[in-house]
């Protein structure tokens, strides 16, 4: 009795029992760690990929990989969202980080304890999201009206802004042609009569007031537009580098997109991020890049043209758009991750607006913003409608643009 007493309390069956109990745990615990993640947090983590990879070594900044075991999570959501505060502050960590890599300073990031738990679940889980967070991400995905696909790596985008401006040109050196001939034709019905068959002269005319008209009207229709403008910067810019072949998200320069009116321009202590270590251009070599370094040490804003201007009369807010919206920037600002310049690509009419007001689906059924449009909620369920445009809320109300 006492010897299988003994046996049953041995300490290689307790032993096993322990190990089997800590593996169930942390797996367990693992899959409770994936089964919290959300969607979004794989696009904050994106704000983090210019300077940072999850295994794959030392960009501008540390590999993050380990990083929450390395670091308690209050640390890391007081650096994540203000690094320069903990440093200024002489938290010990901070600095021996901030000194490690160069003492390259990372920008303050508007992220909630929520979200920096999210990036840090993210990069616990490898850069990956669970099945579940995948699955709410499609789920979440806006129905929006069709997109062609991809154009390839071309300077497509050229090419249309190109072809636009050739067939304006062609159309003011044919309206003045069109308009010589009328003149001569005038006069040679008036006075010379060198041609005997007057149709031929009223042809003339009645086409020349055609194209004449055609090209009055496209101005008159361009007069307060810029499509097509294209300025020179002060520093040469490749989105095409940049967004294209690197992949750098937009919101990552452009931070103000989802919170804001405008979409904001990047200072240079954001381009310092990258540019503190890439020195060289393969197009330019150091000649642009070294206008950075001009502007910090005269402490000079870099002065960027803005490209995509609207009426001071116009209201018009990136966040509603972008946030609420869910809108992708190509579908205003046209193929950038193919442009090396921008150029404004569409015409930004109020025609142009309210078309898209008339065709964009907006993602309404489970996005609270719309919860007190409840007639149209009520239309949905009951099969009355299919979907929800942006003209139903209120897209073609005039007092929404121009209040």
């Not at 300490?11 to 322990?18: A, E, H, T, V």
């Not at 869910?326 to 046209?334: I, S």
């Not at 404004?344 to 898209?356: A, F, H, I, R």
Request: glycine fraction near 6%.
């Amino acid at each position: 009795m006492i010897m299988n007493n003994f046996e049953a309390w041995s300490p290689r069956r307790s032993g096993r029992g322990l190990l089997s109990k800590m593996l169930l745990f942390s797996l367990l615990f693992i899959s409770t760690l994936l089964m919290s993640q959300t969607a979004e947090d794989e696009k904050n983590f994106a704000q983090c990929k210019a300077c940072h990879t999850i295994g794959g070594g030392k960009l501008v900044g540390p590999d993050l990989k380990g990083v929450t075991e390395r670091r308690s999570e209050t640390w890391l959501i007081k650096f994540i969202q203000n690094s320069q505060a903990l440093i200024q502050a002489g938290d010990k960590e901070a600095v021996k980080v901030f000194e490690e890599n160069s003492k390259i300073p990372m920008p303050a990031h508007s992220l909630t304890d929520e979200q920096v738990k999210g990036i840090l679940l993210y990069i616990k889980a490898g850069g990956k999201l669970s099945p579940e967070a995948q699955k709410a991400q499609a789920k979440e995905a806006p129905a929006t009206v069709e997109k062609q696909p991809a154009a390839p790596a071309t300077d497509l985008a050229y090419d249309i802004v190109e072809e636009r401006r050739q067939g304006h040109k062609n159309l003011i050196i044919t309206s003045i042609i069109m308009a010589i001939l009328m003149l001569l034709s005038i006069i040679d019905l008036a006075a010379t009569r060198y041609l005997k068959a007057k149709w031929v002269h009223y042809i003339i005319i009645l086409s020349a007031l055609w194209v004449i008209g055609e090209l009055t009207y496209e101005e008159a229709a361009r007069l307060g537009k810029q499509q097509y403008y294209q300025p020179d910067q002060p520093i040469w810019f490749s989105h095409k580098v940049h967004a294209g072949q690197n992949q750098i998200d937009c919101e990552y320069c452009h931070f103000t997109a989802e919170t804001s009116m405008h979409a904001g321009i990047p200072p240079a202590s954001v381009c310092m991020n990258c540019h503190s270590q890439v020195k060289e251009g393969k197009i330019t070599g150091k000649k642009e890049i070294a206008k950075i370094y001009e502007a910090l040490d005269k402490n000079k804003p870099i002065e960027w043209i803005k490209v995509h201007n609207l009426p001071d009369f116009v209201f018009f807010s990136h966040k509603q758009h972008v946030k609420v919206g869910k809108l992708d920037c190509t579908e205003c600002h046209g193929d950038v991750e193919n442009m090396d310049q921008i150029a404004q690509v569409e015409d930004l009419s109020m025609g142009w607006c309210l078309d898209c007001h008339r065709s964009h689906k907006v993602q309404f059924a489970e996005n609270k913003f719309y919860d007190s449009y409840k007639k149209l909620h009520e239309d949905l369920k009951a099969g009355k409608i299919k979907s929800v445009n942006v003209k139903m809320i209120g897209g073609e109300d005039c007092m929404k643009c121009h209040y």
